[in-house]
């Protein structure tokens, strides 16, 4: 009920391509669906996030795409930038202002 | 804005010493502070939530007095690690959710690095 489950555990995109990594939950009372990125040695920032009223969300190359019945939300990474190569973990409230965290995908992003 | 900053970067102790990690709020008031750790190629765990002005919560698995949280400040959580051993090395991060801020968003500091040797 409270897992978050990411895939894939790693991806490699030629530069311009586009990176995709999905995300499912289990409980359907979830209401926020942040994505963070983290480099190495540093901790995440906060990327983009959707709640469940809309089904897309998008900020410049990033893109939150949402399936309430299906319950998973994927990132999209359009035109994807050597620079984009770090991990990205999705994330669900778990109550309290807690956050559950996926594993985590580790994005390279060849030039 | 929504800066969290760390203090120490990255710490090396001896096993048996203790440890202090503080996480300050730089721009925004902070009611809620977490306290995860990470290891290497890992997701983040988190530990424990800490509110000012009242005592931290643990998550379970966590030992609370070996994990010692102060929260002292709408800006300042501290985080001591209690009598250090090697399988305490990790990567300490913190996050802060603002006072006036979105429900549920988290801005994480820049993690601490702990070798404990």
């Known amino acids: 009920q409270q897992q978050v489950k990411q895939s894939p555990q790693s991806l490699i995109v030629q530069k311009g391509g586009i990176s995709i990594i999905n995300c499912a939950y289990e409980n359907t009372a979830f209401d926020y669906f942040p994505w963070y990125q983290q480099f190495p040695g540093k901790g995440p920032a906060l990327l983009i996030a959707i709640r469940p009223d809309v089904s897309e969300k998008k900020e410049g190359r990033f893109t939150i795409s949402f399936n309430k019945s299906a319950k998973q939300f994927s990132l999209h990474i359009m035109d994807s930038q050597p620079g984009d190569s770090a991990t990205y973990f999705c994330?669900?409230?778990?109550?309290?202002?807690?956050?559950?965290f996926g594993q985590g995908t580790e994005l390279s992003v060849k030039p | 804005g929504a800066v969290v900053s760390q203090h120490p970067s990255r710490v090396i102790c001896k096993s048996g010493t203790s440890v202090k990690i503080e996480c300050r709020s730089l721009?925004?008031?902070?009611?809620?502070m977490f306290w995860y750790r990470q290891f290497p190629k890992q997701s983040l765990m988190l530990m424990a939530t800490?509110?000012?002005?009242?005592?931290?919560?643990?998550e379970q698995g966590v030992e609370k007095d070996k994990f010692l949280i102060n929260h002292a400040s709408l800006t300042l959580s501290t985080l001591t690690v209690t009598s250090a051993h090697p399988e305490d090395s990790s990567f300490y991060i913190c996050s802060a959710a603002s006072v006036e801020g979105v429900t549920d968003t988290q801005y994480f500091g820049p993690g601490t690095r702990l070798t404990v040797l």
């Open positions: 994330a669900a409230p778990k109550g309290g202002g807690k956050l559950i």
């Open positions: 800490s509110n000012e002005g009242s005592k931290a919560t643990y």
């Open positions: 721009d925004f008031q902070a009611t809620t």
